[in-house]
């Protein structure tokens, strides 16, 4: 699973696919390969590595054709290699498959069991077999697609095309995306709307159970009942919204709004009805994390506060212990390491240099295996980690990290429920938890209409020299970060304490002048946090509450709630997040600061 590019045109397609390949790099591959279809003769190049070599590969030896798909491949069944490369075939059928399918292990003996032979170990080659049985009996193309379909238990976006038929592709989706574009005399598919940008900017986004048909001069959309259907054309601008800050001032805000389609990005194909998709670790990842015992997280910054909330995820949830450590100190610490311990590596860039030195220096300190969570799929720390998860954020331009965050949470959460479910959490409370993931694109959405509301919020704290953040449990992180994004763009002196922790010292700090700035969850602690709450308000504190709709919280005139669904355990850190991003970002605004380049600051840390 990773990126697919299909084409039916009038001109050449192979360089477009290619392209479109490049365009969809920063999601994570091993290998590439693509298929083009002239007259009825058809060519296939596979490569393992990156598209640059299937682009040199082609070079050596071109060949062309009007219709073709392509696609980058990210393992989950079999090992990266170019047998496991798509496009897979199956006697005239040519496919690319993203997603994974549940119920593979069972259609492969059937399959089997009916004479057919395997070139690979993957799911996706399955499906081809099944298409083409279905071609052998007389079936059109459509219909053999939608026959094989009701077979498949899982997430797909199919491209399929038929050796011996130049004219047509068929796409179909469930529960990974797949748009459809628009050209004159031609018309493409794509997972990623970015992979057309260079051919088209007229879109569809295909729904959920759709099937299509493309030819050179028209498609056909086809609903999950069978009926045609027509669905909306947008004209998307991506072509400048993904170099260019587009219609916001800074790429920090466009980066705080693009954090609902980076999430949906990392959560796709890995997430399924009932809990976390086979496979999404890659071939090694069930067998290593089935014998976790414990996890330790090395990170720096913002990674390191994603790190801090999957700590409690994950004692909560897995029962595992879990020790977060600061890369730069870890490096230089004697750390214990009990048998069957996990480390997990967090960064951005991937080239973070005490995150990397921690890294390399596990393999000296007797963990289990390794596991990056990383944007960049190229980078130093996804290639030296045993197991790897891409965040798939796309392209960060501002230094102050905020998609990178929730896109890290977000993955921190798959990684919380695939160790909680090889601990034995019950398979009930693995769907509702799925479910509840699977809302936090929508719940992230939700949040960001508060811009208006915390814009005016700005204003009343852009002239401080000082702010207190609070937080309790996961939301003691959340604080931790909205300090940061605070001092970090607005050059505010900000810290974050744990609520409790108010008496012990941070309570001297507090007077009229002092901005408190306090996150409010619907969870087991919020009575307490109202004590904390109480502290401020005894003390002449100016209190700014980001608190969940399902408290009850009273306040004076002289305070500030802002009201969110935050959702639950597993949603509402990257919820609060939202706000506090916000917030950073208009006082900084106002206080005429870079936004996007932070004095004294680098985007990717790659010097101790």
């Excluded at 590595?49 to 393992?75: C, D, M, N, Y």
Aim: proline share 3%; hydrophobic share 40%; aromatic share 4%.
């Amino acid at each position: 699973m990773c990126g697919i590019v299909a084409a039916v045109a009038q001109r050449d397609v192979a360089q477009i696919l290619i392209e479109g390949l490049k365009a969809l790099e920063y999601r994570g591959y091993d290998s590439a390969g693509l298929a083009v279809i002239q007259a009825h003769t058809s060519q296939r190049l596979r490569v393992l590595g990156k598209v640059r070599e299937l682009e040199a590969r082609h070079a050596q030896a071109p060949f062309s054709g009007g219709t073709g798909i392509a696609h980058t491949r990210w393992a989950t069944h079999g090992v990266p290699s170019e047998a496991n490369a798509h496009p897979h075939r199956s006697g005239r059928v040519l496919l690319v498959h993203n997603g994974i399918i549940e119920n593979h292990a069972n259609l492969r003996e059937e399959l089997l069991t009916r004479g057919h032979r395997f070139s690979s170990e993957t799911d996706s080659e399955i499906i081809a077999h099944l298409i083409d049985e279905q071609l052998g009996q007389g079936q059109s193309l459509l219909q053999a697609v939608r026959h094989t379909l009701g077979k498949l238990d899982g997430a797909y976006a199919l491209a399929v095309a038929d050796a011996e038929d130049p004219e047509q592709i068929i796409g179909a989706r469930r529960g990974s995306p797949l748009v459809l574009g628009i050209g004159i005399g031609e018309h493409f598919l794509a997972s990623d709307m970015q992979a057309l940008i260079k051919v088209t900017n007229q879109v569809i986004y295909l729904e959920d159970g759709d099937l299509v048909e493309i030819h050179r001069d028209r498609y056909l959309i086809h609903d999950g009942e069978g009926r045609q259907v027509a669905r909306a054309v947008h004209e998307s601008d991506l072509s400048s919204d993904a170099i260019e800050r587009g219609k916001y001032r800074h790429y920090m805000q466009k980066e705080i709004f693009e954090q609902p389609r980076a999430v949906a990005a990392t959560l796709e194909g890995r997430l399924g009805s009932s809990g976390v998709l086979a496979g999404i670790f890659g071939p090694e990842g069930q067998p290593l994390l089935d014998k976790v015992r414990g996890v330790h997280i090395v990170a720096c910054g913002t990674s390191y506060h994603a790190g801090l909330i999957a700590r409690v995820w994950i004692e909560k949830l897995a029962r595992l212990p879990v020790n977060v450590e600061v890369a730069s100190e870890y490096r230089y610490r004697d750390v214990v390491v009990p048998n069957n311990t996990l480390l997990v590596a967090i960064s951005q860039s991937g080239e973070t240099a005490d995150t990397l030195a921690a890294l390399r220096e596990s393999s000296q300190r007797g963990y289990l295996g390794t596991l990056a969570i990383c944007n960049v799929p190229e980078s130093s720390l996804v290639r030296e980690s045993m197991l790897k998860l891409m965040t798939r954020a796309g392209p960060e331009i501002g230094v102050a990290s905020t998609k990178a965050f929730t896109t890290q949470i977000t993955a921190l959460a798959l990684l919380t429920l695939e160790l909680a479910r090889t601990r034995g959490l019950d398979g009930t409370e693995q769907a509702k938890l799925a479910k509840q993931l699977a809302h936090l694109p929508q719940a992230l959405q939700n949040a960001l209409q508060c811009e208006a509301e915390v814009e005016q919020l700005a204003a009343k704290i852009m002239h401080r020299q000082h702010a207190l953040f609070l937080g309790r449990g996961a939301h003691f992180a959340v604080a931790l970060e909205g300090a940061l994004k605070l001092k970090e763009i607005s050059y505010i002196h900000a810290e974050a304490y744990p609520a409790g922790e108010l008496k012990h010292g941070p309570l001297a700090l507090v007077d009229e002048n002092m901005p408190v700035i306090a996150v409010a969850p619907n969870n087991a602690m919020f009575d307490k946090l109202k004590s904390n709450l109480e502290e401020v308000r005894a003390r002449g504190g100016k209190l700014y509450v980001f608190a969940d709709r399902q408290v009850t919280l009273d306040h004076n005139t002289h305070e500030h709630i802002v009201r969110l669904d935050a959702g639950g355990l597993l949603i509402a850190p990257a919820v609060f997040t939202i706000p506090l991003q916000l917030l950073a970002y208009h006082v900084a605004v106002l206080r005429g600061t870079d936004v996007d380049q932070p004095r004294n600051l680098a985007k990717s840390v790659t010097v101790e």
